[in-house]
C-alpha cells in the first residue's frame, strides 16, 4: 500500500511539476520568442503541414520571411520534435494550445526522465521528490526552454543522455 501511494504522489507530483514549469510561459496568453524561436515553429509547421498531407518533411526546407530566409536540410531533428508536431495537428486551429500541450509534454517527460535516474541514486521517496523539483525547476532547464528557444536539442539532451 506504501508503494502505491508514492507512486500515486510522484504522478501527482509530475503533473503539478509539469504545469508550473509550463504555465507562466503561456500566461497572458502568448508566447515571447527569441531570435531561435521562429526557425523552429516554421520547421514545426513545416513538418505538420506535410504530415497533415501524408508526406514525409521536405529534404530542404526554406523557411524565413517570404519563405526567402534559411534553408534547413530534412536531417533537423524533425522526428524528436514530434512532441510539439502531434499536438500542433491535433489543435489545427489554435496553434498556441499546440504549443502549450507541446511543452506540457516535454516537461512531463524531462520529469519522467530526471526520476528515472534520481530512483537510481536514492530509495528514498522524499529525496526522490526533491530531486525531480530540483531538476525541473533549475534556472538551466528553464532557459534552454524558453529564453534559448532550444526545443528540438532539448529533447535530445534530455531523453537520449
Do not use: C
Not at 504530415?51 to 536531417?75: D, H, S
Amino acid at each position: 500500500m506504501k508503494k502505491k501511494m508514492q507512486f500515486v504522489g510522484i504522478i501527482i507530483v509530475t503533473i503539478l511539476l509539469a504545469f508550473i514549469s509550463t504555465y507562466p510561459a503561456f500566461f497572458n496568453h502568448s508566447f515571447k520568442l527569441t531570435w531561435d524561436g521562429p526557425i523552429h515553429l516554421w520547421r514545426f509547421e513545416a513538418i505538420s503541414d506535410a504530415l497533415r498531407n501524408g508526406k514525409l518533411p521536405p529534404i530542404v526546407n526554406f523557411m524565413g520571411y517570404g519563405n526567402v530566409g534559411e534553408a534547413f536540410n530534412g536531417i533537423y531533428p524533425w522526428l524528436t520534435s514530434l512532441i510539439f508536431v502531434i499536438p500542433r495537428i491535433i489543435f489545427t486551429n489554435k496553434p498556441l494550445l499546440a504549443l502549450f500541450v507541446g511543452f506540457y509534454l516535454l516537461n512531463t517527460l524531462t520529469i519522467l526522465n530526471a526520476y528515472l535516474l534520481v530512483r537510481k541514486l536514492s530509495e528514498n521517496y522524499w529525496i526522490k521528490i526533491i530531486g525531480i523539483t530540483l531538476y525541473q525547476l533549475n534556472s538551466y532547464h528553464m532557459m534552454l526552454l524558453y529564453s534559448r528557444d532550444a526545443w528540438g536539442k532539448h529533447w535530445h539532451i534530455h531523453f537520449f543522455h
